[in-house]
């Protein structure tokens, strides 16, 4: 995504200019993120989260509000610079 020529430069949703090693870095933050939330839901399916299990307490303290959180990472994409 991150080209090193400025012929493309790289914009946020708002339309904003990110330099590229921010928005390199953004786009690998989104990324481990993303497997992370993963990782919480595949945890979800075991019976210690579920209700009455031994860690269910923690579960909706901790990982559920994770979950739920929405993404915050701006939305990036390439625009033509000529």
């Known amino acids: 995504m991150v080209k090193d020529n400025w012929s493309l430069i790289v914009v946020d949703d708002k339309g904003y200019i990110v330099d590229p090693p921010v928005a390199a870095l953004l786009l690998s ?3 481990e993120r993303g497997k992370l939330k993963a990782a919480l839901q595949w945890c ?3 019976p210690s989260f579920a209700a009455g299990g031994d860690a269910r307490k923690g ?3 901790v990982c559920k509000p994770l979950l739920d959180k929405p993404d915050s990472f701006p939305k990036l994409k390439e625009k033509n610079h000529a």
């Open 59 to 61: 579960w909706l303290k």
């Open 29 to 31: 933050l989104s990324e």
């Open 44 to 46: 979800s399916g075991c």
